[in-house]
Antibody
Framework: QLQLQESGPGLVKPSETLSLTCTVS??????????WGWIRQPPGKGLEWIGS???????YYNPSLKSRVTIFVDRAKNQFSLKLSSVTAADTAVYYC?????????????WGQGTLVTVSS | DIVMTQSPDSLAVSLGERATINCKSS????????????LAWYQQKPGQPPKLLIY???TRDSGVPDRFSGSGSGTDFTLTISSLQAEDVAVYYC?????????FGQGTKLEIK
């Protein structure tokens, strides 16, 4: 059974770069046709897709965040990672990683448990 | 971006009664290649990640109780819980995956009356 787990610092200073990693277990991150994505949820608010990476390494970002986002894969560790630069308090959220089938089947399942990242000095 | 709007924002239903949540997209999400609607529903309980319930607007994910059903086409969709159970208390989200970026509704909070 595929499982995902986020990890990374829970506190980031304003203007710095947020870095998170998602470790995939129970399956290979190199599986053909899977996309690996990041979604965030500010406290008490709704869900926002940040971006996804295809098994081949192709990336797709939300235009609203594209200038600040980088997603990359480490196949040797079966992990994919998120970097979000120049963070502000508005980036405070629970960050989830999730798998999707991509293309035209881009629903998200399963999800990691999520990790809260607070942006504060 | 396709804007997803859910109604109501919150809903209180008695145990055993029907609960209905609506989701409207700002443009059609009907995928012409397979004549299916690119719409998913998720359930999120407090402190947990969203859980996929339904995709292609009406296909239940594996293990999802059959009291959950999805319907609709084009721009208007409905999630129905036929007989509310205590464990169904949660926030429910719709999501379109017709075009990028995938977008979510604002959520509907379902409580017991």
């Amino acid at each position: 059974q595929l499982q995902l787990q986020e990890s990374g610092p829970g506190l980031v200073k304003p203007s710095e770069t947020l870095s998170l990693t998602c470790t995939v277990s129970g399956g290979s991150i190199s599986s053909i046709s899977y996309y690996w994505g990041w979604i965030r949820q500010p406290p008490g608010k709704g869900l926002e897709w940040i971006g996804s990476i295809y098994y081949s390494g192709s990336t797709y970002y939300n235009p609203s965040l594209k200038s600040r986002v980088t997603i990359f894969v480490d196949r040797a560790k079966n992990q994919f990672s998120l970097k979000l630069s120049s963070v502000t308090a508005a980036d405070t959220a629970v960050y989830y990683c999730a798998k999707s089938n991509g293309d035209y089947s881009n629903w998200f399942d399963p999800w990691g448990q999520g990790t809260l990242v607070t942006v504060s000095s | 971006d396709i804007v997803m709007t859910q109604s109501p924002d919150s809903l209180a239903v008695s145990l055993g009664e029907r609960a209905t949540i609506n989701c409207k997209s700002s443009q059609s999400v009907l995928y012409s290649s397979n004549n299916k609607n690119s719409l998913a529903w998720y359930q999120q309980k407090p402190g947990q990640p969203p859980k996929l319930l339904i995709y292609w607007a009406s296909t239940r994910d594996s293990g999802v109780p059959d009291r959950f059903s999805g319907s609709g086409s084009g721009t208007d969709f409905t999630l129905t819980i036929s007989s509310l159970q205590a464990e169904d208390v949660a926030v429910y989200y719709c999501q379109q995956y017709y075009s990028s970026p995938p977008t979510f509704g604002q959520g509907t909070k379902l409580e017991i009356k």
